[in-house]
């Protein structure tokens, strides 16, 4: 009868960027070395992803600051070497383009560089991906170039259970996390536990079991992929579907079972495909695989363009590409 | 200088020799627990800040032992234990750095203040106008000082900076700011604690500028012939070394005692090039240690 005395749900549906702010709110209330700083977050953040974080935790907390992603991103860094954990928004990850020597020559390297003497406990939250026609400087998906640089955790989670989860587990480790978040992503909704437990990195989620093909994906092409599924299944073909999760470490293990079984890999991403992190998945499983241990192979990505404003090129080079996977099944 | 001619060094270094003062009155200043972050020139700070001294020659020489294992170098020397947040490669690097550090130190509830070394050449980059902001936005206790050696690598810094200087780039954002003979390792020692004691009674940040030269090239291997003989002869009459000397002297403190002073100095680095010398090199396995801790088992089959 009265909402107050109804006991509070284990698990409650919300969306993704609602997951992360619970997540975010979870580990603030547990650890008050937690802070945030970035762009707009006292005022809740671009994506509401810090509502009402002001108000409990402070402005030293939750620091709003200039547009210096250089500085937020240095700034984080040096709170971190003195023992707290900043959580480092970078509004999208596009922007973080502004901060890369303080990414890349400072944070990835500073542990290895002294020899242990520090280790970087931060998270840097960039959302990213297309959204919205938001054209080439506000869509772009770089996570292979990050997969590929010694020190960074990254994660691309495509639930909200996932994003927080992961998001917790980003908190609370040693590592700086570069934590990619699906813009497109942020109104789905899905079931998040009230205790959000850490979620390990480098473990895929099997969306959906197969014997036919496997399809590995990661981060905003995750619901397409699922749904491709859905379309194979009906014409009699059985995908499995790996979520990746996290990029570095990646589930190696889980999609050379998947390989070996269905003798198909097929690798979808939303960044562009060539030097795509797809290259890498195809590569190790050959590599482990033998040469004549797949039937067929394929990866499926973005064409090498800027992201243009008008939405068709795109949505019609997709369409040309979703064939692909049905070619793959042809005999031969 | 001796080691890296001598081929006992794997890499080259940035020598601070003429730049002694700033670290060392900068340093005088300063509690255990405050902070400072450095420059690709940092010998001097991290010896002023208390640095290990065997670990860091061992570090120079790339060998087992060395205060960053071997990894950094000269470049990159770090002693956390003493407050010392790591030299960095990177021209205005360790600005941001340091303000992080400033702010996660008041978050934890510390009075600790943060010092952050910069050359000249860093006045015309981003973190160091982006920083200025940050500092006097954020109220941070920082002092921000400008080591200005007048080079910028190899370039005159006066060739390439437009407006009056650091100190009115300073002002602009409202940051105070004083300049000091920067050879002068006491007058050095005043400004630092006066501005220190602002800092350290919540005024926030404010900026050293200290005037100095570097007497020898950008780097051990640039003889730097190609400046003009008649400046670094004058440079060299002002050595802050030298000149500390005369002004003890005149002070009335004996030069025996000076000289004991020095012998000890040299003897100390010569026991610690002695003993880097004979230090193993380090273990290959540990190439792999302290990457991250996530995925450490992919390594080395990645």
């Not at chain 1, 970087?120 to 997969?147: C, K, Y």
């Not at chain 2, 470049?75 to 003493?82: E, L, P, R, S, Y």
């Not at chain 2, 509830?109 to 936005?137: H, Q, T």
């Not at chain 2, 604690?193 to 020898?216: D, K």
Request: hydrophobic letters at 45%; proline letters at 6%.
């Amino acid at each position: 009868m009265e909402a107050a005395q109804a006991p509070s749900p284990a698990v409650e549906t919300v969306s993704l960027v609602e997951a992360t702010r619970r997540a975010v709110i979870q580990e603030m209330r547990r650890d008050r070395t937690v802070w945030v700083l970035g762009e707009d977050v006292a005022r809740g953040g671009i994506f509401g992803q810090y509502c009402g974080l002001i108000e409990e935790f402070g402005p030293d907390r939750v620091v709003s600051t200039p547009i210096s992603e250089a500085t937020i991103m240095g700034v984080g860094l040096g709170a971190a070497l003195v023992g707290t954990r900043p959580i480092i928004e970078m509004r999208i990850f596009d922007f973080a383009l502004c901060a890369m020597d303080e990414l890349v020559n400072q944070i990835a390297k500073i542990r290895y560089m002294f020899g242990g003497q520090a280790k970087p406990a931060l998270v840097i939250r960039a959302p990213h991906g297309l959204w919205r026609s938001s054209a080439a400087q506000h869509s772009q998906s770089f996570e292979a170039w990050f997969a590929h640089l010694p020190g960074l955790v990254v994660a691309v989670p495509a639930t909200p259970a996932d994003a927080a989860g992961l998001l917790v587990s980003a908190v609370r480790a040693d590592d700086p996390v570069l934590f990619l978040e699906p813009k497109a992503l942020f109104g789905a909704t899905g079931g998040v536990a009230s205790e959000i437990l850490p979620l390990p990195f480098g473990v895929a989620r099997q969306a959906r079991s197969g014997k036919d093909l496997t399809l590995v994906c990661w981060s905003s092409i995750v619901p397409e992929c699922e749904r491709a599924a859905d379309v194979l299944a009906g014409q009699g073909i059985d995908a499995e579907v790996l979520d990746l999760r996290t990029l570095w470490p990646w589930d190696e293990a889980a999609v050379l079972d998947s390989a070996a079984r269905t003798r198909r890999l097929l690798v979808v991403h939303e960044a562009v495909r060539a030097g795509g992190f797809g290259g890498e998945i195809v590569s190790r499983v050959v590599e482990r695989l033998g040469p004549r241990a797949l039937r067929a192979v394929l990866r499926v990505g973005a064409p090498r363009l800027p992201v243009p404003f008008i939405p068709n090129p795109i949505d019609q080079n997709r369409c040309a590409q979703s064939r692909s996977p049905m070619d793959m099944m042809r005999p031969g | 200088m001796a080691a890296h001619a001598a081929g006992d060094l794997p890499g080259f270094l940035h020598p601070s020799i003429g730049q002694e003062a700033v670290a060392a009155g900068v340093c005088s200043v300063l509690r255990p627990d405050d902070r400072i972050t450095s420059t690709h020139r940092g010998h001097g700070h991290a010896l002023a800040k208390g640095a290990d001294v065997r670990g860091m020659m061992r570090e120079l020489f790339g060998r087992a032992g060395g205060v960053c294992r071997g990894k950094g170098g000269s470049t990159h020397i770090a002693d956390f234990k003493v407050g010392m947040l790591g030299a960095n490669g990177v021209v205005a690097g360790g600005i941001p750095i340091a303000l992080g550090a400033a702010q996660g130190l008041r978050l934890l509830g510390s009075d600790a203040i943060v010092v952050s070394f910069f050359g000249d050449g860093a006045i015309n980059r981003g973190p160091f106008l982006e920083g200025l902001n940050w500092a006097a936005l954020y109220r941070l206790p920082v002092l921000l000082v400008c080591e200005d050696n007048m080079v910028a690598a190899f370039t005159a810094t006066s060739s390439v900076t437009a407006g009056p200087g650091v100190v009115a780039r300073a002002q602009s954002c409202g940051v105070a700011a004083e300049s000091v003979d920067g050879n002068d390792a006491e007058a050095v020692a005043e400004v630092a604690a006066r501005l220190a004691a602002r800092i350290r009674r919540g005024e926030g940040p404010h900026l050293l500028h200290a005037r100095t030269y570097r007497l020898l090239g950008h780097t051990s291997t640039d003889a730097a012939a190609w400046r003009d003989p008649k400046e670094v002869d004058e440079a060299k009459a002002r050595d802050p070394l030298a000149c500390a000397r005369l002004r003890l002297i005149a002070s009335g403190v004996a030069e025996v005692a000076l000289d004991a002073i020095v012998d000890e100095a040299r003897a100390e680095m010569e026991s610690a090039r002695s003993d880097a010398l004979a230090a193993p090199w380090p273990d290959p396995a540990e190439a792999w240690d302290d990457v991250q801790d996530a995925g450490a088992e992919l390594m080395e089959t990645a």
